[in-house]
C-alpha cells in the first residue's frame, strides 16, 4: 500500500514574500509522506496578466518578464520558453474568452517552473507540471470547472509520480477541450482542494498571508476573530456570499478530507474546516461596482437594520464608501450584542 499524501497550495504573496518559508513548509511536510505542491501566480502578477488581456498593455508586459527573470536568474531556473510564449500568445491578440484564458495561465506556469526548480535548489527533488497535461475541465472559459472522472486516471498518475518526487502543480487552470481554460479568480485553492480529493489526500493545506479565515475581512475589521474550527457548510456559504479566503467551489469536493487553512509566513495553521465548528457568524461582502453587498452568514435577521432574509444568512446593500464603517459596525453589533450564536449570556445560563 502506498502511503497517505497531503496536497498543500500556496498563494501569490507566500510565493512572491514568503519563498523561503514555504520551501521549508515541503521540506517539513515530506518528513509525513508524499506531498503535491500547488501554486498561484505570484502577488499582483494575474491583476498585470488582465490587464494585458484588455489592451496591449507593453508596460505590464515588461514588468512580468523583469519580475520573473529575477527570480529565475537568482535560482538558475530557465523560463525563457514560457517568455516566448508570452510574447507571441501577446502579439497574436485575438481578445476573446479562449485566448484571455491563455493570457492570464501565464501567472501560475512561471511560478510552478520557479517553485520546482528551488526546491531542486534545496535538494528536494521536484518538478514543475502544467495541469493542462492533468486537469480536465468542463464549463466555460473564465469559469471553468473541473471534471472528476475525465481528470482522475492522469490525477492518480501525479499521485504516483509523488512517491519519487514533489509535483509543482500550476493552479488556476486545466484543459478545456484541449485548450487551457481558468477556475476563475482564486481558483488555486479549488486546484489543490480537486487534486486532493482525487487523491484522497489526508489533508489539503492552503497557505498564504493570512492565519485562516476570520469573522470579517480582517484586514478592513480590526477586531475580527479566527476561526480555529470551521463548519464546512458555514465556509461553503460564506465563499459563495464573498468571502475571499477561499475560491466557492473549493469545499465541494472535499468529503471527509480536512482543510487548513494558514500562513506560510510562520507556518501558524490557523483553521480547520470540516464537519463541525464555531458557531460564530461570518461577515462577508463582494464589491459590485458603486456598491456593496454584505452578508452576515449564520444569522438571518439583524435588528435595526434593513436588509433581506436569507436562508442561513442576512444580507443588506451599501454604497461603497460606507463599506468600512458598516462592516465593523455590523461585526460589532453581531459580537457584542450576542444577535449570533456567540452569544455571551448564553454561555452564562449554561455555566
Ligand atoms: N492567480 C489567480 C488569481 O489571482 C488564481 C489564484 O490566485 O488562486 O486569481
Ligand atoms: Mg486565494
Same mark, same amino acid.
Given at each position: 500500500?502506498?502511503?497517505?499524501?497531503?496536497?498543500?497550495?500556496?498563494?501569490?504573496?507566500?510565493?512572491?514574500?514568503?519563498?523561503?518559508?514555504?520551501?521549508?513548509?515541503?521540506?517539513?511536510?515530506?518528513?509525513?509522506?508524499?506531498?503535491?505542491?500547488?501554486? &498561484?501566480?505570484?502577488?499582483?502578477?494575474?491583476?498585470?496578466?488582465?490587464?494585458?488581456?484588455?489592451?496591449?498593455?507593453?508596460?505590464?508586459?515588461?514588468?512580468?518578464?523583469?519580475?520573473?527573470?529575477?527570480?529565475?536568474?537568482?535560482?538558475?531556473?530557465?523560463?525563457?520558453?514560457?517568455?516566448?510564449?508570452?510574447?507571441?500568445?501577446?502579439?497574436?491578440?485575438?481578445?476573446?474568452?479562449?485566448?484571455?484564458?491563455?493570457?492570464? &495561465?501565464?501567472?501560475?506556469?512561471?511560478?510552478?517552473?520557479?517553485?520546482?526548480?528551488?526546491?531542486?535548489?534545496?535538494?528536494?527533488?521536484?518538478?514543475?507540471?502544467?495541469?493542462?497535461?492533468?486537469?480536465?475541465?468542463?464549463?466555460?472559459?473564465?469559469?471553468?470547472?473541473?471534471?472528476?472522472?475525465?481528470?482522475?486516471?492522469?490525477?492518480?498518475?501525479?499521485?504516483?509520480?509523488?512517491?519519487?518526487?514533489?509535483?509543482?502543480?500550476?493552479?488556476?487552470?486545466?484543459?478545456?477541450?484541449?485548450?487551457?481554460?481558468?477556475?476563475?479568480?482564486?481558483?488555486?485553492?479549488?486546484?489543490?482542494?480537486?487534486?486532493?480529493?482525487?487523491?484522497?489526500?489526508?489533508?489539503?493545506?492552503?497557505?498564504?498571508?493570512?492565519?485562516?479565515?476570520?469573522?470579517?475581512?480582517?484586514?478592513?475589521?480590526?477586531?475580527?476573530?479566527?476561526?480555529?474550527?470551521?463548519?464546512?457548510?458555514?465556509?461553503?456559504?460564506?465563499?459563495?456570499?464573498?468571502?475571499?479566503?477561499?475560491?466557492?467551489?473549493?469545499?465541494?469536493?472535499?468529503?471527509?478530507?480536512?482543510?487548513?487553512?494558514?500562513?506560510?509566513?510562520?507556518?501558524?495553521?490557523?483553521?480547520?474546516?470540516?464537519?463541525?465548528?464555531?458557531?460564530?457568524?461570518?461577515?462577508?461582502?463582494?464589491?459590485?461596482?458603486?456598491?456593496?453587498?454584505?452578508?452576515?452568514?449564520?444569522?438571518?435577521?439583524?435588528?435595526?437594520?434593513?436588509?433581506?432574509?436569507?436562508?442561513?444568512?442576512?444580507?443588506?446593500?451599501?454604497?461603497?464608501?460606507?463599506?468600512?464603517?458598516?462592516?465593523?459596525?455590523?461585526?460589532?453589533?453581531?459580537?457584542?450584542?450576542?444577535?449570533?450564536?456567540?452569544?455571551?449570556?448564553?454561555?452564562?445560563?449554561?455555566?
Amino acid at each position: 500500500m502506498i502511503e497517505k499524501l497531503n496536497v498543500v497550495k500556496f498563494g501569490g504573496s507566500s510565493v512572491k514574500n514568503s519563498f523561503w518559508s514555504a520551501l521549508k513548509l515541503v521540506d517539513y511536510l515530506l518528513e509525513g509522506g508524499r506531498l503535491v505542491v500547488v501554486v &498561484s501566480a505570484l502577488r499582483g502578477v494575474t491583476e498585470k496578466l488582465i490587464r494585458l488581456s484588455e489592451w496591449p498593455d507593453w508596460r505590464a508586459f515588461e514588468s512580468i518578464v523583469l519580475e520573473h527573470s529575477r527570480i529565475a536568474d537568482r535560482l538558475g531556473a530557465d523560463i525563457d520558453p514560457i517568455l516566448s510564449d508570452l510574447e507571441k500568445a501577446v502579439a497574436r491578440r485575438r481578445y476573446d474568452p479562449v485566448w484571455r484564458d491563455y493570457i492570464l &495561465s501565464f501567472g501560475e506556469r512561471f511560478s510552478a517552473v520557479l517553485f520546482a526548480k528551488a526546491l531542486e535548489n534545496e535538494g528536494i527533488s521536484a518538478f514543475p507540471v502544467d495541469a493542462t497535461e492533468v486537469l480536465r475541465l468542463r464549463g466555460n472559459f473564465g469559469n471553468a470547472e473541473i471534471d472528476f472522472s475525465a481528470s482522475l486516471p492522469h490525477v492518480r498518475k501525479l499521485g504516483e509520480l509523488a512517491e519519487r518526487s514533489v509535483p509543482v502543480v500550476t493552479g488556476f487552470i486545466g484543459n478545456l477541450n484541449g485548450k487551457t481554460a481558468t477556475l476563475g479568480r482564486g481558483g488555486s485553492d479549488y486546484t489543490a482542494s480537486a487534486i486532493g480529493a482525487m487523491l484522497d489526500a489526508r489533508a489539503v493545506l492552503i497557505m498564504s498571508d493570512v492565519k485562516g479565515i476570520y469573522t470579517a475581512d480582517p484586514r478592513l475589521v480590526p477586531d475580527a476573530r479566527l476561526f480555529h474550527f470551521l463548519a464546512r457548510d458555514r465556509a461553503v456559504l460564506a465563499a459563495r456570499l464573498g468571502m475571499k479566503a477561499l475560491h466557492p467551489r473549493t469545499i465541494e469536493p472535499l468529503r471527509g478530507i480536512p482543510l487548513i487553512l494558514g500562513k506560510t509566513e510562520d507556518w501558524c495553521l490557523g483553521t480547520l474546516v470540516s464537519e463541525f465548528g464555531d458557531d460564530w457568524p461570518i461577515v462577508v461582502h463582494r464589491v459590485e461596482g458603486e456598491i456593496v453587498r454584505i452578508a452576515v452568514v449564520g444569522v438571518e435577521e439583524l435588528p435595526g437594520w434593513e436588509g433581506r432574509r436569507g436562508e442561513g444568512y442576512f444580507s443588506l446593500t451599501v454604497e461603497r464608501e460606507e463599506l468600512v464603517p458598516v462592516l465593523r459596525e455590523i461585526h460589532e453589533v453581531v459580537f457584542d450584542e450576542g444577535t449570533g450564536s456567540c452569544n455571551y449570556s448564553q454561555l452564562r445560563a449554561w455555566v
